[in-house]
């Protein structure tokens, strides 16, 4: 067996998540860098009845990674090994703990990119196990379109390799797509083998604002219905903007904004479409349209974009935050605004909305103190109830983890039956992250009672 990690002070650091919520200091930590460290750990952890919560880079927002007390953690940090890359085939084969912006420097090298980018570093094991996606899904996919293969151990301790590193296959059910999303509930990530796409030659980017947020969602809607090449489309409101504002020193109009990257193969291309949606942007009332053609001024404005979480933090001393992340069909992402907007100020909440718009994704990010932290549940409750309502989704990328359980059954009915038998027939014991995604063997409650 491995070394076994049970200094306090190690322990600590696994007991507060991401957004600040608690769990209890788990029983130890384990280290493994190889499959078969992997299977010694899983065979330990089944003789001695010792649950276990795989961990990658620990950015996950719904408390995936919280502990009970008794689990042990197993930190892919060291497993962190770029296997393979295969520029004629566009793939990589990577060990779980190898973080996306990693095997992106080294895919750049070929002229090729892993495009899955959830604004965080995270490891390509928890991305995989939470279905990450993020700002390029409207054009290349989220994990399950760029997961080809996985290598996973179950908790008999088998080893098994499922899909193979094609384009497509019809063969057999589809156990890939099951264990992404699954959050480490029903076996654990060792290898995977990742789609890369070549980096187009032209990119463009735009900041486009908008009087009204239902301005700037009627642009996008008609660009993604122009079929024109987008590989960004996000949405930020008013208070994004000026959260941006006082976060990055600039001085933008603080009106709801489109950020946007077009991409083509020829330059003509590229030019043609950036005109189009200036005039669509143009037919909805757009108040200013900035382009930036090089990499620097690309770079420089979609840094705005993915620095808006610090932003928000930055302008909310002394809070915690909460992340809202519903989806919803695109006819309703306007009201999914609107409501989130009417409903923040209803509750007295400073929230701020953005959204990956392109895939009708609908973030509010959530500051509140102690004695706010009613309203901000409040909040989230009804954000996702409205979503649900309007044929939506609780949880468009970050998964259902411990804080998203409740919503379960509304949103999947009866299909919750057949996903608790599919959890009972991988995991009987129960060892892989008890309490999460599902009820079943959940163990002792936590300390906030999920
Ligand atoms: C600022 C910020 C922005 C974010 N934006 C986005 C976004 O746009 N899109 C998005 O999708 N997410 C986003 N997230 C959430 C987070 O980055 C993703 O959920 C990410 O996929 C988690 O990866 P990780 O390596 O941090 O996994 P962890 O947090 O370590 O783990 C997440 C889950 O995966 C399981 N797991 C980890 N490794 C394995 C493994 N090897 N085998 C089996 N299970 C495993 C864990 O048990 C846990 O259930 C954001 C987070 C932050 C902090």
Known sequence: MLEIDTRPVVLDQFTVDETGRAGRRPR????????????????WAREHRTPLIARGAGTSLEGHLLARGDELILDFTQADKILD???????ATVQPGVSRTRLNAAAAEFGLQFTVD??????????????????????????????????????????????????????????KDLLIGSAGTLGIITELTVKLHPIPEWIHSLRISFPTVADAVDTAVEMLGAALPVSRLELVDAPSMAAINMFRGTAYAETPALFIDIESGSSAAVAANEQEIGRI???????????????????????????????????????????TDTAVPYSRIAGAVETATRLGAELGLNITVAGHIG????????????????????????????ALEVGGTATGE????????????????AAVDLMAAVKRALDPLGLLNPGKVLDVNPGNPLPNGS
């Open 398 to 413: 970050h998964g259902i983890g411990l804080a998203k359980k409740k919503y379960l059954r509304e949103e999947h009915g």
């Open 118 to 175: 959830p604004g965080a570093d995270a490891s390509l094991g928890g991305m995989a196990a939470t279905n990450a996606s993020g700002t390029t899904t409207v054009r290349y996919g989220g994990m399950r379109a760029n997961v080809l293969a996985l290598q996973a151990v179950f908790a008999d301790g088998t080893v098994t390799r499922i899909g193979r590193a094609v384009r497509k296959s019809s063969s057999g059910y589809d156990l």
């Open 85 to 91: 890359i295969s520029p004629g085939d566009f793939t």
């Open 359 to 386: 895939d009708g994704n609908v973030h509010t990010i959530v500051p509140y103190t102690e004695s706010e932290y009613e309203a901000a549940q409040r909040f989230s409750d009804l954000v996702v109830r409205h």
């Open 281 to 323: 942007a143009a037919a909805h009332d757009a108040i200013e349209v900035v382009t930036a053609r090089t990499h620097g001024d690309r770079h420089a404005l979609w840094e705005d974009r993915h620095n808006l979480y610090f932003a928000v933090k930055a302008s909310n001393p002394g809070c915690r935050f909460m992340i």
């Open 28 to 43: 130890g930590v384990v280290y493994p860098v190889t499959v078969d460290d992997v299977v010694t750990v899983v065979d």
